[in-house]
């Protein structure tokens, strides 16, 4: 799989949107991007994944640049229940069980009043 | 509400005795995972199954054992030949296929600690 850069910690003041950036240059064309995010404590909870094509939920927004080799999350007005490791993940379209998520050490974010 | 749940919360031991780790889904989920995490680290994979009375290793499945004997539950053994078994253990559960439209959905885990 794919191997993901992230900054280590990021801080967004409470309201504001908070922009996660991820880098994954090697990216295949048969590779997802996930992410996924960790309060302290609990077990990693899904937010949003893509292709190629940028994505919306209710939680975030997904931008994937046009090469694919990086992409953002955007929490668009955060609050402070968004404090959080937030991990920026690829993996194969087709995978299998086996090829479970390679969670690294993602990006710590910060909400403050 | 389907979901995962993982018992206990937190769980002491005494070093040299074996500890099983119980891990419940209602998701209809065939796919299921166990993944250790330590401090300031990511999730290391220890086991995985896709389907009842069939599991594989993962990355570090050495000192563990798990059995698959419904598909509902997915029990891991941390067993006393486990060097270094504290750590914050969490089960996860995904369709088989695992492909894109198949997200892993996690328990709140267990935090184990062997003194």
């Known amino acids: 799989d794919a191997k993901t850069t992230q900054p280590t910690s990021m801080d967004c003041a409470e309201g504001r949107a908070a922009n996660l950036p991820c880098n994954h240059s090697t990216i295949s064309g048969n590779e997802y991007v996930y992410w996924y995010r960790q309060i302290h404590s609990q077990g990693p909870q899904y937010i949003i994944h893509g292709l190629k094509n940028n994505e919306t939920n209710e939680m975030a927004s997904l931008i994937i640049t046009e090469d694919r080799k990086s992409s953002t999350l955007i929490l668009p007005h955060a609050t402070l229940r968004d404090t959080a490791v937030y991990y920026c993940?690829?993996?194969?379209?087709?995978?299998?069980?086996?090829?479970?998520?390679?969670f690294g050490k993602g990006t710590t974010l910060s909400v403050s009043s | 509400d389907g979901g995962i749940t993982q018992s206990p919360k937190y769980l002491f031991r005494k070093e040299g005795q074996n500890v099983t780790l119980s891990c419940e889904q209602n998701l209809n989920h065939d796919a299921m995972y166990w993944y250790r995490q330590d401090p300031g680290q990511g999730l290391r994979l220890i086991y995985y199954s896709q389907i009842v009375n069939d599991f594989q290793k993962g990355d570090i499945a050495e000192g563990y054992s798990v059995s698959r004997e419904k598909k509902e539950s997915f029990p891991l053994t941390v067993t006393s030949a486990q060097k270094n078994p504290t750590a914050f253990y969490l089960c996860?559960?995904?369709?088989?296929?695992?492909?894109?439209?198949?997200?892993?959905?996690f328990g709140n885990g267990t935090r184990l600690t062997v003194t």
């Open positions: 993940i690829v993996r194969p379209i087709l995978a299998q069980a086996g090829t479970a998520l390679i």
């Open positions: 996860a559960s995904s369709t088989p296929s695992g492909g894109p439209n198949s997200p892993l959905h």
